[in-house]
């Protein structure tokens, strides 16, 4: 079956819906998933709701915002309370599954004050096989995941995104800021705060694709292979170990690996990743 097959099948779960709240967050997937369900429902029956909150990069925010604004969609922003659970904050291997349960429970508060029966979500096709705790919140609180149930995959949504000229096509992806501190490094605002200006501060200097990721007083700089001679010549070094010193590393590491989506995944073993998913 090929992507535009799929595509016809979504839109025809999707129309199904009735009325929807989209789980959004600016990202590839939620981008298309908000885009496809205004189409099929009509702007009036569509919410999309964004989490605020300290792991959502002010940038990101930004452009989720006019994202939305640019296709028609209702936009409800939702303060999301993480930062006081202590399962979240301790930032063990289920993090994103507390994470996507507070964000999910408040959707379905939003739902059920406007009286729309359905939550949907941006997982895709191939989040079936990563490590996605957060899958299993979105399971266990009844919140539909249509991109996964019509096997759209990323490279499908890209495409698809493509063809129908939205700007986030080729969007690299946007995990929370979380996801970048590494696991039993307490989760708290400020480390949170590091990760946003270090990276907006890389992205100043012309990198696209790219991770800080956070180890304590170790920032690990996780980049393209091809952009690895850039990163290392002295006058763009020598700016980015000062910057991220200003902000509170002591000391400024980039992985020869270059970079890999969910590498803070590797410290775990099977047994961990089965027992959170």
Same mark, same amino acid.
């Given at each position: 079956m090929d992507h535009h097959q799929k595509y016809n099948s979504f839109k025809n779960n999707l129309a199904g819906l009735g009325r929807v709240v989209v789980a959004y967050s600016g990202g590839v997937d939620s981008s298309f998933l908000l885009k496809a369900a205004v189409d099929a429902l009509g702007g009036e029956n569509v919410v999309g709701c964004i989490g605020i909150s300290a792991s959502l990069a002010g940038s990101q925010y930004e452009q989720a915002v006019k994202f939305a604004e640019a296709i028609g969609a209702k936009l409800v922003e939702v303060d999301i309370d993480e930062l006081d659970d202590a399962n979240y904050l301790a930032n063990n291997a289920d993090r994103c599954f507390h994470c996507k349960s507070h964000l999910y429970g408040k959707l379905?508060?939003?739902?059920?004050?406007?009286?729309?029966?359905?939550?949907? *979500?941006?997982?895709?096709?191939?989040?079936?096989?990563?490590?996605?705790?957060?899958?299993?919140?979105?399971?266990?609180?009844?919140?539909?995941?249509?991109?996964?149930?019509?096997?759209?995959?990323?490279?499908?949504?890209?495409?698809?995104?493509?063809?129908?000229?939205?700007?986030?096509?080729?969007?690299?992806?946007?995990? *929370?800021?979380?996801?970048?501190?590494?696991?039993?490094?307490?989760?708290?605002?400020?480390?949170?705060?590091?990760?946003?200006?270090?990276?907006?501060f890389l992205r100043g200097l012309g990198f696209v694709e790219?991770?800080?990721?956070?180890?304590?007083?170790?920032?690990?700089?996780?980049?393209?292979?091809?952009?690895?001679?850039?990163?290392? *010549?002295?006058?763009?070094?020598?700016?980015?170990?000062?910057?991220?010193?200003?902000?509170?590393?002591?000391y400024v590491s980039v992985d020869l690996e270059g970079f890999r989506s969910g590498s803070l995944n590797e410290s775990l073993s099977e047994e961990e990743k089965k027992r959170n998913l």
């Open positions: 379905l508060e939003v739902a059920r004050e406007q009286e729309i029966e359905y939550v949907a *979500c941006g997982s895709n096709f191939d989040d079936k096989d990563d490590y996605r705790p957060g899958n299993a919140a979105a399971g266990k609180l009844g919140v539909l995941s249509p991109l996964m149930e019509a096997r759209l995959t990323k490279e499908d949504i890209r495409n698809l995104s493509r063809e129908m000229g939205l700007e986030t096509a080729d969007m690299p992806a946007s995990p *929370c800021l979380a996801s970048r501190v590494s696991y039993g490094l307490e989760i708290t605002a400020e480390r949170l705060k590091q990760v946003e200006v270090a990276e907006e790219f991770r800080v990721r956070h180890h304590g007083k170790i920032a690990r700089i996780e980049v393209k292979g091809v952009d690895m001679e850039k990163m290392l *010549c002295g006058e763009t070094r020598g700016k980015i170990v000062e910057r991220l010193k200003a902000i509170g590393f002591g």
